[in-house]
């Protein structure tokens, strides 16, 4: 049976796209069930962002496809860095600091792996 690989885009996450990746790589590979367990107890702030990602790939294949959730396994992690927000801060002799808010896109990749034992 050949398996199927269903994704879900969040476009536009106000979070740097170097914290994000670090989340990202540590969860590939894992199943769906065991990738939001983790990340729910991960210290790092972009989990949040990476887990609705995941939840929305997995609500989509359960969604539109009628998979099983329990055998969804995520595939790939994509981080894509987006558009960079310029905002100027006030300093001294009547100066400004420029400084950047940074944006990326999450894109999660997620397979259908049935267990052959079922």
């Not at 796209?17 to 990738?35: Q, W």
């Not at 992690?77 to 950047?100: C, K, N, Q, W």
Request: with cysteine; proline share 4%.
């Amino acid at each position: 049976m050949a398996t199927m690989e269903v994704i879900a885009v969040q476009k536009y996450v106000r979070r740097t796209p170097r914290k994000a990746r670090l989340v990202a790589d540590s969860v590939t590979g894992m199943k769906v069930a065991d990738a939001l367990a983790y990340l729910e107890f991960s210290p790092k702030h972009a989990a949040r962002d990476v887990a609705k990602a995941i939840m929305s790939a997995a609500a989509n294949a359960e969604h539109n496809f009628n998979l099983n959730r329990d055998d969804l396994v995520l595939k790939q992690l994509l981080i894509d860095e987006g558009p960079t927000y310029r905002r100027r801060r006030p300093v001294s002799r009547s100066m400004a600091h420029e400084f950047f808010h940074r944006t990326c896109h999450i894109t999660a990749i997620v397979e259908d792996r049935p267990e052959e034992g079922k």
